[in-house]
């Protein structure tokens, strides 16, 4: 189906779900008017894939809200030209979303069909984004520091590998909190290595499995 077709849809995402919620970085809103989110979602579902909502992508998981992974991406503070890990790469939306901002993007999927779709995905679409089928909860050490480290999967608390390989002036963005209910928690390293938090807002993720949890 040609991209034409989901650009109106696309569009609306923007404006009706994103910006009307209060996100207003403009190179936010162009990445989330510009990626075609479409490709994303399984095909039984593209004809939702621009729903306000997370949608099933297999394996028991989900690629996010649209919302909330624009929320998570406005509150990152991303500049091109910094380094990014995400863990729980999904169906590769959120990883996409940062690379098209000029982020080196590094992600590791745990689910080995997920994490390789996802790999298939960026090629397709041009994307030079690394991506590892690993347990995501001990980091990614050879890339380490990172600028910006974004948990995609929820936790009671970072793990201390992950915190570990985050630079200092660097930021964590991660949903904290029991399986129900969590809290999407920015955590910022200072330059002494002190870490400061702050709840953002109520959220829900499926849970982050690992041996660092
Ligand atoms: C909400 S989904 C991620 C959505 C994704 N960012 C996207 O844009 O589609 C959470 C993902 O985290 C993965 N996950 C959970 N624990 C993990 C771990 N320890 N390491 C890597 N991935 C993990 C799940 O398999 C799932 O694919």
Same mark, same amino acid.
């Given at each position: 189906?040609?991209?034409?077709?989901?650009?109106?849809?696309?569009?609306?995402?923007?404006?009706?779900?994103?910006?009307?919620?209060?996100?207003?970085?403009?190179?936010?809103?162009?990445?989330?008017?510009?990626?075609?989110?479409?490709?994303?979602?399984?095909?039984?579902?593209?004809?939702?894939?621009?729903?306000?909502?997370?949608?099933?992508?297999?394996?028991?998981?989900?690629?996010?809200?649209?919302?909330?992974?624009?929320?998570?991406?406005?509150?990152? =503070? %991303? !500049?091109? @030209?910094?380094?990014?890990?995400?863990?729980?790469? $999904?169906?590769?939306? &959120?990883?996409?979303?940062?690379?098209?901002?000029?982020?080196?993007?590094?992600?590791?999927?745990?689910?080995?069909?997920?994490?390789?779709?996802?790999?298939?995905?960026?090629?397709?679409?041009?994307?030079?984004?690394?991506?590892?089928?690993?347990?995501?909860?001990?980091?990614?050490?050879?890339?380490?520091?990172?600028?910006?480290?974004?948990?995609?999967?929820?936790?009671?608390?970072?793990?201390?590998?992950?915190?570990? =390989? %985050? !630079?200092? @002036?660097?930021?964590?963005?991660?949903?904290?909190? $029991?399986?129900?209910? &969590?809290?999407?928690?920015?955590?910022?390293?200072?330059?002494?290595?002190?870490?400061?938090?702050?709840?953002?807002?109520?959220?829900?993720?499926?849970?982050?499995?690992?041996?660092?949890?």
């Amino acid at each position: 189906m040609p991209d034409s077709d989901f650009s109106q849809s696309r569009a609306s995402m923007v404006k009706d779900q994103i910006s009307k919620r209060g996100i207003n970085d403009p190179t936010v809103l162009e990445a989330f008017g510009s990626i075609p989110r479409h490709l994303f979602v399984p095909k039984n579902k593209i004809d939702s894939a621009y729903f306000d909502g997370p949608l099933a992508i297999g394996y028991d998981q989900t690629i996010s809200q649209p919302y909330i992974a624009a929320l998570m991406t406005e509150i990152l =503070q %991303l !500049k091109p @030209g910094l380094s990014a890990l995400e863990i729980g790469t $999904g169906s590769g939306y &959120q990883a996409a979303i940062l690379a098209y901002l000029g982020i080196k993007v590094y992600t590791i999927e745990r689910i080995k069909n997920l994490g390789q779709k996802a790999s298939d995905r960026f090629k397709a679409l041009g994307y030079d984004i690394k991506v590892k089928i690993s347990d995501g909860t001990l980091g990614w050490p050879e890339y380490a520091p990172y600028d910006r480290i974004i948990i995609t999967a929820a936790a009671w608390s970072v793990p201390d590998a992950l915190m570990d =390989q %985050l !630079k200092a @002036g660097g930021r964590i963005v991660a949903p904290l909190g $029991g399986r129900m209910h &969590q809290n999407l928690t920015i955590l910022d390293k200072t330059s002494d290595n002190r870490i400061k938090e702050k709840k953002v807002c109520g959220c829900v993720f499926v849970p982050l499995i690992g041996e660092g949890v």
